[in-house]
């Protein structure tokens, strides 16, 4: 049977775009290789979300990690920087609430074009299941960037870490001083190690007032904290160019400008995400800086009609959509417009824009101050 819509993605993006749908009377399938709220089940065991939760519901200004308005993570969690698992939890509770239909171990590999307007969404199994649309949601953070230079391969992606007692070694190296970097090091300085963190910026001295682009003031405080021990060094402007193993547990990172690191156990790979898009890079046009393209009316692929993306890999103008607190504005927009290729009723979605959750003018991300 051909579904009104499937989503690829039971995360924050596909759980609030299903639940979206809802208000219309369209109900999504939403397909997920793991179960709902699997990225966040995978991070290290004390990684907690920097955005912080708070009980703003009920005075119109809604917790910034729900994923309806109507929720939100710190009254059920009673936490203000939930950990990953609390998170899913949170996500899991959202999807029973809405009653979503979520089907799990169902791992997509591409979406092409079906009979007549319809799309297929192909699994690892040899399966293509018929949809009229498609929402990609399927994230990025279980596609971390691992090929950067020579001996990439040999490093541990920072998001992959269970607990970070686990990691090997006095002297650690990261790679990349962003969010998960910097939230790597204050762990392991924490857990008395000498934390030595690289990158080709400073990240860490970029003030902004977009949040995408800058440390937040949660982990600003952490770093302060870090440096007070000693243990940390950040050095900027350093470009590694190889890691190479050393005796028999160390490892060397190399950089542009031939000085060298060692580490006794892997170094730390923090250096951002290719993302699942490149799984269906072919179904969607990209700009000349590799930024995905679609439509401002509903974030629909222009190149396969009937495909929409939500998440953290949307961008327009100016603006990059990376928190939960600001791709969740864009959830009615993706409702609109799969409810219009259906032929319902979108009225009902106009109660998403109060609260944030149908942001359809754009006009203030072309100079962004967000
Ligand atoms: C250190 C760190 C801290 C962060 N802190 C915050 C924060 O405080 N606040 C915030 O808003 N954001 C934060 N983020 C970013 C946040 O993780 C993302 O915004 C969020 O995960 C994006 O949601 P998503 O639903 O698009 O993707 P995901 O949460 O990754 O969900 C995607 C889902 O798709 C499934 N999937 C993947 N590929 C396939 C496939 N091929 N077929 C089927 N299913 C698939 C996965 O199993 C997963 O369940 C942080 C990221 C990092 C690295």
New binding site residues.
């Given amino acids: 049977m051909t579904a009104d819509v499937l989503i ?9 775009v299903a639940a979206a749908l809802r208000r219309i009377g369209v109900e999504a399938t939403v ?10 089940r995978h ?1 290290p065991e004390d ?5 912080p939760s708070f009980t703003g519901n009920q005075f119109g200004l809604v917790d ?2 729900a994923v309806t308005p109507d929720t939100s993570p710190a009254l059920s969690l009673l936490e203000e ?1 939930p950990t990953g698992a609390q998170y899913a939890d949170y996500l899991e509770m959202v999807a029973e609430l809405e009653d979503l239909d979520v089907r799990t171990g ?4 591409d979406v092409t074009a079906g009979a007549e307007d319809d799309l297929l969404a192909h ?1 690892t199994d040899g399966a293509a299941w018929p949809a009229r649309t498609v929402v990609w ?7 971390p960037r691992t090929n950067g230079f020579p001996g990439a391969e040999r490093c541990v992606p ?2 992959g870490i269970e607990r970070w007692d686990s990691h090997p070694g006095d002297d650690v190296v990261i790679i990349g001083g962003y ?2 970097g910097i ?1 790597a090091a204050v762990h392991l300085v924490r857990r008395g190690r000498r934390v030595t963190v690289l990158d080709r910026d400073r990240p860490w001295e970029v003030v902004d007032a977009d949040p995408s682009r800058t440390l ?1 003031p949660y982990t600003h405080g952490r770093l302060r904290e870090a440096h007070e021990t000693g243990q940390l060094q950040l050095l900027g402007d350093v470009a590694v160019s190889a890691v190479t193993p050393a005796g028999t547990h160390g490892y060397v990172v190399h950089t542009a400008c031939g000085e060298s690191f060692g580490a006794d156990g892997p170094p730390l790979l923090a250096t951002g ?1 290719d993302g ?1 898009l490149e ?1 269906v890079r072919d179904r969607f046009k990209f700009d000349e800086h590799g930024r995905v393209v679609v439509t401002e009316e509903a974030d629909e692929s222009t190149v396969l009609p009937g495909l929409f993306l ?4 949307l961008a327009h103008r100016e603006a990059i959509f ?6 969740r504005q864009r959830f009615g927009v993706v409702a609109r417009g799969v409810g219009r290729r259906l032929d319902r009723d979108i009225e009902p979605l106009e109660a998403l824009r109060e609260p944030g959750f149908l942001l359809d003018d754009l006009s203030c991300c072309d100079d962004c101050a967000c």
């Fill in positions: 690829v993605g039971a995360g924050p993006a596909g759980i609030g397909l997920d290789r793991f179960r709902v709220g699997a990225s966040f991070w990684m907690r979300l920097i955005t910034l990690n920087h169902v791992e997509v590999t699994t949601a399927a994230g990025e953070l279980q596609y920072t998001v969010e998960s939230d937040s995400f699942s799984l939500a998440g953290p890999s990376c928190f939960v607190y600001k791709f």
